[in-house]
């Protein structure tokens, strides 16, 4: 069974630096795209970065310069290096991965899957 699991989330003051992490787990035989989303309660969740698996990265327009996507692909983790926070950051981040495993009748499939999200919360 896949899993994915955030960690690094917390307070942090204005102007500060946050890292975010995500492990995949489980019986995997690869992973391609992978991202990290945010989402504000009553908001629509909104793709932050994205990374592919030969490490092209894509940002919304609101990050970029500040924040860095990365990922290690032998530890099956990705990250989220948040510098210049700003209030507006403020909301829970969940990571996906579009991971790649073998099916009972021995075919790789791909299925997307998420995490359950960390809160980033910034504020002085």
């Known amino acids: 069974q896949v899993q994915l699991v955030e960690s690094g989330g917390g307070l942090v003051q204005p102007g500060g630096s946050l890292r975010i992490s995500c492990v995949v787990s489980g019986r995997i035989f690869g992973i391609n795209d992978m991202g990290w989303y945010r989402q504000a309660p009553g908001k629509q969740r909104e793709l932050v970065a994205s990374?592919?698996?030969?490490?092209?990265?894509t940002y919304v327009d609101s990050v970029k310069g500040r924040f860095t996507i990365s990922r290690d692909n032998a530890k099956k983790t990705m990250y989220l290096q948040m510098n210049s926070l700003k209030p507006e950051d403020t909301d829970v981040y969940y990571c996906?991965?579009?991971?790649?495993?073998?099916?009972?009748?021995?075919?790789?499939?791909?299925?997307?899957?998420w995490g359950q999200g960390t809160q980033v919360t910034v504020s002085s």
């Open positions: 990374i592919t698996r030969d490490d092209t990265e």
């Open positions: 996906n991965a579009k991971v790649l495993t073998i099916s009972l009748v021995q075919k790789v499939v791909q299925n997307d899957y």
